[in-house]
């Protein structure tokens, strides 16, 4: 009798606190389509080896949501610790985020400073 061997599958993913789904559109203003959804979060366990704990991360874009489990267009797997909410950002918004790691809550502050 020949042993077949077991399939092994390692546990691949990065888990998030503090996470946000961002709906990233043209503009603010005008009501259209989103662009892409990607996920903001704060790294607290990396079993891929790619981000250091506290890093934050914003993901490329989401292509599938199973509960807190967020499946990325570049094949990358992220856990959220709690439900995310959702904010809608504009894609200068986004840019701004990603070169500056500013987070959603920074954003909001941002919106609120420039409306007074």
Not at 18 to 45: F, K, P, R, W
Not at 59 to 85: A, H, I, L, M, Q
Request: proline share 3%; charged share 20%; with cysteine.
């Amino acid at each position: 009798m020949v042993m077949q061997p077991k399939e092994v599958f390692l546990l691949v993913e990065t888990y998030m606190t503090h996470c946000c789904l961002l709906d990233v559109v043209e503009d603010l203003q005008s009501a259209q389509d989103s662009l892409a959804s990607v996920l903001y979060g704060i790294v607290t366990e990396d079993t891929t080896a790619r981000f250091p704990i506290g890093f934050q991360v914003i993901t490329s874009p989401v292509v599938k949501r199973v509960g807190n489990k967020f499946y990325t267009k570049k094949g990358s797997v992220y856990c959220s610790d709690t439900e995310c909410k959702t904010l809608v950002v504009s894609l200068s918004e986004w840019h701004l985020m990603r070169i500056k790691t500013l987070s959603p809550a920074d954003i909001l502050s941002y919106r609120t400073n420039i409306s007074h």
